[in-house]
């Protein structure tokens, strides 16, 4: 499958901000490593949550605990996630690639669309076939990654923002309080890292070289571009 030159990109772009996200959030965690609900929280009878501490080789920077630096590196990569998504979503809604290949419709979440594509994984089908577009479950679950996981990594994210709180105070009222906005943060975040082991175990599944090639070569075969 052959994707547009701003598919490609972005894909390649934001994969580098979400594992700098990512690593540096684990940093960020493991200074208090609690999750509450509501605007307050700070006592271990308050959590609702005691998370793991995260080991060295998950975080950034790694194999040393530096927060500042940690929320440096979180910072910026912040920037490039959120423009990046804003940028694609400009530009997917303006050449058509959502609504024609991504939107996912009533009949994408019918119980014979999404048996139908399972099994066809089960029986190699889907790896053999060079499709146009995306299965039901392709369009599923880009669906909630683009339009609630990423955006709410960006929403919760400036919710939880010391800078942002007094001009933006709605943002955190509408997550019902900043102890809450930082538990949802830390859901989402780790609701894309489960879409990214599925999305990375499907490109096994479906042919790394052909798959990867679509992401990366612009002239691989294909009956049209997406994105």
Known sequence: MRHALSTRLWHWVNAAAVVVLFMSGLTISNAHRRLYWGNYGFAP??????????????????????????????????????????????????????????????????????????????????????KADYN??????????????????????????PGIEPAAPWLVEAFGGRQSARSFHFLFAFALLGFVIVHVAMVFVAGPIRTLSGMTIPSFRKERSNG
């Open 45 to 130: 009878e308050e959590a609702w949550l005691q998370v793991m501490r995260f080991p060295g080789w998950t975080t950034l920077p790694m194999f040393r605990y530096d927060l500042a630096e940690a929320r440096g590196w979180h910072n910026t990569a912040a920037w490039v996630f959120a423009l990046g998504l804003l940028a694609y979503w400009i530009v997917i809604l303006v050449n058509g690639h959502f609504r024609r290949d991504v939107a996912a419709g009533p009949r994408a979440y019918a119980p014979a669309a999404i048996w139908g594509t399972i099994k066809g994984y089960l029986t190699g089908a889907n790896r053999r076939e060079e």
């Open 136 to 161: 039901p479950l392709q369009r599923i679950a880009y669906a909630f990654v683009l339009g609630v996981f990423l955006p709410g990594m960006v929403l919760t994210g400036l919710a939880i923002s």
